[in-house]
């Protein structure tokens, strides 16, 4: 329990101001928070962002549809795909295109696979934050590493895959995309058993992390939080079931939602959503059959009649909303990155206070904030 | 006892000079083959290769590592405190020095012979808290300011322990010379007696070390290195040099009193090649255990630290000592005393593993799984058709 | 929802499928104007009444829109700036886009912190970024850009690009080329 230090001092003291960032291992890019203490317990926090600000919506506005995939993935830099694809079907919407079942499948399939390779982050980098000395962070990159070596065979990148198109795809996936993916998942399965048995089940990783940060459904859904931060809290919400998009509502897979709502619910959410991700890879593989990946008549230069829509996707770390607006032409006339980070974010004044100053860096650790995505 | 370790007659302060030398050189070797093999132990563990490029199999890694740090700039921050900046790392490297004196080796090698080592050991480290303190204080960075008072705070309460159950251990052998007490285990060695406080000193051990999980003053993750987190070059080497070394010391020491040292199983009638062997077999089994428990494990919190210190290793400790005093101050028959003690401190350990399991080991709801079924969806209203 | 579009059925017939007769319902007392749009129905409410509208959408125990997806501004240059509110209602799984259009000469409008919690960086957000002032807000500093910069509004339309502009803008051969 992270009862708070309620001792009466019977001098007089003064709480100490430590400036936890922008350069400090532990807040996952550029991140500041200034923290109010009092000996170890957090009386205040302070977040600060902006360090990573690029002007994304700015810039995404000078961008032609076919630019902006690869902008989108810089916003989002651990869960690539997803963020392309909210980019694609807001495109898609607006200009009112058809895309090739292939193309769904294909899409669905790699939107899967990097949310896993995003929980692989999360558990790594999460496993350093509790103090893991790099195992942790070592076991999940090696699974996450096979994974991006699939994306780099079928995108040529590592990292900026810019894959989809606002139709379909750039090109046809590998011809041998199905034994591949198999391998992968082989391996993922593994790798999120080594998780579990490594910290899920470890005595002192549920000392740290059980009933600390924990945050009510009410406050979780007031304060906008999304993905696995709000499902802990126990609000099955998961835009895969409630607004299904791609072929979600054709394959079988369950919502995670914990109980607590504390650091230790977002974790083993995350595992367990690891484990349903690849049940969904599994029946979108049976499912996929040749095909075209682009519809048959794509104008080259691509415009969208007027127009607005808010379209949002489910991406590892919550909502992934883009607004676009249209007035014609072949970019948007405005674009508005609806950041999952961004909301969850905002909740860790209150998760954080009251706690010691090891458990900040944990409930920190637990939202899984990309800061590229936060400040685009 | 005017010989020196290889019998030539010699003055008393030449005497000493030389054992003191023999001290810093093995030392400095010692530390640099500890550092390579625990980034090898742990490089292994975390299925990487460690250091390899560096001289064969990358052996030259630490002096390579030394000699930057030797040669890099020593850099103070204009706000520190000068003296107390300057002095930190010698108040913590020079205790753990002093701790060798009273280290057997092997039988007849070790520095001095101390009737009272035991005290002295724990007396000398204790004080190399000072200097952390220090270091945190005199460096005028609130990060160096926590951990060095995260240190303080923990080192107090783990010394405790660590003193209680070396005291158990002294009660059992009669003695608190630490050679006597090597000598003593000949036959059994004092954990098969007395592993409560084998247990006890294992984990205050991590404690004192400032080793995961109890890496709380230095956690890379929290507080950046804390107490040294303004130092480079050659005096952060220095700390480095004394954390390693104090590794090493009380894995010896643990080896030693606990272990057999370099008596058990093969008695004193081997030469010292075995028994210095013995020796490093036994202390590199205890340093092992202490990186493969740092690979492992994540860092408690300040407060869970202290709590199993003073609610669960401390009164466990005190009970252990007045149980081996009833035990002993009736003077039963040997054998039943040993199986008394045996019994008295294996079923202390079994108390203090059910208390951890109780208290952290708490059954969690699994997340709640709702597919399809479960969840009807109701239309999504506000979709307007297109 | 129900009704596939056979030969693009009109303004009032998708809207009277939507979730605007509710809303409607809700929003007694609130002068309140619906749009079909291509995925949510969209109202329009004026500035003065816009915490009114939202708290009793927030509030109609139907409706219970106790979520805000995103709050944003988007700038139509001469028309002033809108400020676009994107709810979301847990329990009933339905979505409605709220907007409100400033005029150029006044961009104030009072803030949704009162409603939603959610509202406060998106707030900070859309005021550092397009000027718009946010009455009562309780934290109203900049957010992503540097704190002294309280004078430069980088996503209005007038705020320039320069150097992209050269680069990205219509100058550009194939950017304009005919599909």
Known sequence: MTAPFTHEHEFETQDLMINMGPQHPSTHGVFRMVLQIDGEVVRDVIPYIGYMHRGGEKLAETMDFRQGIGWMDRTEYLAQHNAELSYVMAVEALAELEVPERAQWIRMILCELNRLSSHFMFTGAFGTDAGVFGTAFVYSFREREVILDLFEEISGDRLMYAYFRPGGLAWDVPANFERRVAEVLKSTKQGIKDMDGLLTENEIFRARTVDVGTISAADAIDWGCTGPVLRASGVPLDLRRTEPYLYYDQVDFDVVTGTNGDVYDRFVVRVEEMRQSVRIIEQCMERLRPGPFLPDRLPRMLRTPPGEIYLRTEAPRGEYGIYMVSRGGNRPYRLKIRSSCFANLQALRDMTIGSYVADAVVILGSLDIVLCEVDR | MNHDLFGFEINVWADAAARLGLIVSLMTVVVMGLIYGERKVIARFQQRLGPTRTGPAGLLQSVADALKLVAKEDVRPKSADPWVFELAPYFVFVPIFLMFVAVPFAFHWEIRVLELGIFYVLAVSSVNIVGWVMAGWGSDNRYAMLGALRAAAQAISYELPLVMSLIAVGMVADSFNLTDIVRGQGQVPNIVWQPLPFFIFFVAMLAELNRTPFDIPVGESEVVGGPFVEYSGIRWSMFFLAEYAALFILALLGAAIFLGGWAWPLGEEWGLPWQLALTAIKAGAIIFAIFWVRVTLPRLRIDQLMAFSWKVLLPISFVQVLANGLVLVYEPPQHIADILLAAISGAGLVLVVMIMNRSVGKPRPRPVLTNRAAAATPPARSEAAR | ?179
């Open chain 3, 1 to 179: 929802m129900t009704q596939d579009d056979a030969a693009a059925p009109s303004a009032e017939a998708l809207l009277a499928a939507s979730i605007w007769p509710q809303v409607d319902r809700a929003l007694a007392g609130v002068s309140a104007r619906p749009e079909p749009s291509v995925r949510d129905v969209i109202v329009h409410i004026p500035p003065d009444q816009i915490v009114r509208g939202l708290r009793a959408l927030k509030q109609d125990r139907e409706l219970a829109f106790d979520y805000l997806r995103c709050l944003t501004c988007v700038d139509n240059e001469d028309d002033g700036i809108d400020v676009v509110y994107h709810l979301y209602s847990i329990a009933g799984r339905h979505n409605l886009t709220v907007k409100t259009q400033l005029p150029p000469d006044d961009l104030t409008v009072d803030t949704a912190t009162s409603v939603w919690r959610a509202a406060d960086w998106y707030e900070r957000e859309a005021q550092e970024m397009f000027g718009v002032r946010f009455r009562g807000h309780p934290d109203p500093r900049n957010l992503l850009m540097p704190e002294d910069i309280t004078d430069s509004f980088p996503l209005r339309k007038d705020h320039p690009l320069a150097e992209i502009e050269v680069l990205q803008g219509e100058g550009v051969a194939y950017s304009e080329e005919p599909a």
